[in-house]
Nanobody, 121 residues
């Protein structure tokens, strides 16, 4: 079993900042890519940012220059620093990871439960 637990969501005014964290725990051999997705009310879930095991990153166009994804492999943790937040960033943010479990040895795609980010205008 592998679990992802997000934290750091909340209510912030437009122009403000938040930092999301996601910790992976359980029977983990290695973690490959990790990412942050979001889902706004009435919309489909979309990729916000992704980081590989080698720390290569890619971002949704609308967050480039405002959001930064990073990871601490020793802590099995991925972060999303969100600056200059806009009301349209309001959504539930989900952590995702491509994990090789320890026992049994197999690839898993794991999702967190989500954390709500609300940006007021």
């Amino acid at each position: 079993q592998v679990q992802l637990v997000e934290s750091g969501g909340g209510l912030v005014q437009a122009g403000g900042s938040l930092r999301l964290s996601c910790v992976a725990s359980g029977s983990i051999f290695s973690i490959n890519g990790m990412g942050w997705y979001r889902q706004a009310p009435g919309k489909q879930r979309e990729l916000v940012a992704h980081i590989t095991s080698g720390s290569s990153t890619n971002y949704k166009d609308s967050v480039k220059g405002r959001f930064t994804i990073s990871r601490d492999n020793a802590k099995n943790t991925v972060y999303l620093q969100m600056n200059s937040l806009k009301p349209e960033d309001t959504a539930v943010y989900f952590c995702n990871a491509d994990v090789m479990s320890l026992v049994p040895r197999r690839n898993l795609e794991v999702w967190g439960q989500g954390t709500l980010v609300t940006v007021s205008s």
